[in-house]
């Protein structure tokens, strides 16, 4: 089975520019994370969704950016505009339950630079 | 909150030497218990885990026990190889994932 997939893998773009990351979950799971890594913040959860519909968002960092499950495979992070504080490694993960025990199975994460 | 906490890196340890990463947390309830390991250039992959007090997760010849006591879920593996090097995260959950700042291993041969 493919894992969870994102795109693009790098993605370098210039500060004020619209930026859209995308992941498919892995078939069948209903619960979907964005996180976010930096050298100075370690990982951090951005937003999860349970079944489509997101539970929590408190560390999405500010109104620039939004995330969105229009369906079941298929989820987006955008920032607009970006700055270059965004510059970081941005992760999905996907994992059939919101809670429990259950694993997260993470994708390969989008590089971003902005400049 | 819920927070979890390892030991800083990064540790250097030469092939065939033995390996402890300590990971302590704070939780309400009773948390499941996770490592992942993230080689580099690629995403999270568990580890292993464990669900219970008491429990050992174990994986690839990595093991870790689930100790309520002593709040604690130390990673442990008897002979590394230059394989392994990559940086470990311990985290918990249920809801979302809770990591910690993560520790780098370097394996020398």
């Known amino acids: 089975d493919a894992g969870v997939i994102q795109s693009p893998r790098h993605e370098v773009t210039e500060m004020g520019q619209e930026v859209t990351l995308r992941c498919k979950p892995i078939?069948?799971?209903?619960?979907l994370f964005w996180y976010r890594q930096t050298m100075m913040r370690g990982l951090e959860l951005l937003i999860y969704?349970?079944?489509?519909?997101?539970?929590?968002d408190s560390g999405m960092p500010e109104d620039r950016f939004s995330a969105k499950m229009p369906n079941a495979s298929f989820s987006t992070l955008k920032i607009q505009p970006s700055e270059p504080r965004d510059s970081a490694v941005y992760f999905c993960a996907s994992s059939l339950d919101s809670g429990g025990t259950d694993t997260q199975y993470f994708g390969p994460g989008t590089r971003l630079t902005v400049l | 909150g819920d927070s979890v906490t390892q030991m800083e890196g990064p540790v250097t340890l030469s092939e065939e030497a033995f390996l402890t990463i300590n990971c302590t947390y704070t939780?309400?309830?009773?948390?499941?218990l996770f490592w992942y390991v993230q080689y580099p250039g690629e995403g999270l992959q568990l580890l292993l885990k464990a669900t219970k007090a008491d429990d050992k997760g174990s994986n690839k010849g990595f093991e870790a026990t689930y100790r309520k006591e002593t709040t604690s879920f130390h990673l442990e593996k008897g002979s590394v190889q230059v394989s392994d090097s990559a940086v470990y995260f311990c985290a918990l959950r249920p809801g979302k994932l809770i990591f910690g700042q993560g520790t780098t291993l370097q394996v020398k041969p």
């Open positions: 969704f349970n079944n489509n519909v997101p539970i929590d």
């Open positions: 078939s069948g799971h209903n619960s």
């Open positions: 939780a309400t309830g009773y948390p499941s």
